[in-house]
């Protein structure tokens, strides 16, 4: 009939349910709530290096009621516990809670009286990052997790516990791994920009490294 011809070039099927959780995850903001030295690696990854704004995500809220994702960085007492609640509560539906570092998690070395032993007793939490503290791409990393549950959240009580019944989990696959490239030019490239990084930094070469890479094509290392 012709409409082939009318049409642009690319048709992008979806459904409703993943078209509203992409928007969700691409565009989080986050509240500013950083408690100790943990609060001294978030705020390095909106920095120019770790450049958290490619994820739509630039935009630190002073205001719970303009953020929909908390970063519980460092350790959470008792006194602090109910301001948390506050500020949670305060947060638009649908809102998300990231656990940064060991001291949020779970207490951490401050095993006392004064220290909460874990934020989830306080608020749900969503995604748990471990470190003392953690480097922001550890928190990137959390992150993009994150957005990977996110993508797969029913969007209704009912597909909820269709989920529930059918057993489905969301695959926690490392970030090196998801995004890794997987040309072989393209993945020799990117593991010596990661040892020319750490080299600069100062860090263990086998942080954050890639699994080897595949074997180079007989036909490439042939030069034909």
């Known amino acids: 009939m012709g409409l082939e011809e009318q049409l642009p070039n690319g048709i992008l099927l979806a459904n409703v349910e993943k078209l509203v959780n992409w928007t969700r995850k691409a565009s989080m903001w986050p509240a500013t709530f950083g408690l100790a030295c943990c609060a001294i690696e978030m705020m390095t990854v909106g920095g120019s290096r770790y450049d958290i704004a490619r994820f739509g995500m630039e935009r630190f809220s002073a205001t719970p009621r303009q953020a929909d994702l908390m970063i519980v960085a460092g350790r959470v007492t008792n006194k602090m516990a109910p301001v948390l609640r506050q500020i949670y509560d305060q947060m638009p539906e649908p809102r998300w809670v990231l656990a940064m570092g060991v001291c949020a998690s779970s207490g951490g070395m401050f095993n006392n009286y ?38 797969d959240e029913p969007i209704n009580a009912k597909r909820a516990q269709l989920k529930l ?20 030019a393209q993945r020799r490239r990117a593991e010596r920009q990661q040892a020319a990084q750490r080299r600069e930094l100062g860090s263990d070469p086998s942080l954050g490294a890639l699994d080897p890479a595949p074997k180079r094509p007989r036909e ?4 034909r």
């Open 165 to 184: 019944e059918s057993g489905e989990r969301t695959p926690m696959i490392p970030s090196s791994e998801r995004y890794a490239p997987k040309n072989w």
């Open 220 to 223: 490439l290392k042939a030069g």
């Open 114 to 151: 004064a220290v909460v032993q874990g934020v989830d007793h306080v608020v749900p939490v969503d995604m748990y990052l471990p470190g003392c503290p953690p480097r922001p791409e550890m928190l990137l990393d959390a992150i993009l997790k994150l957005h990977a549950k996110i993508m």
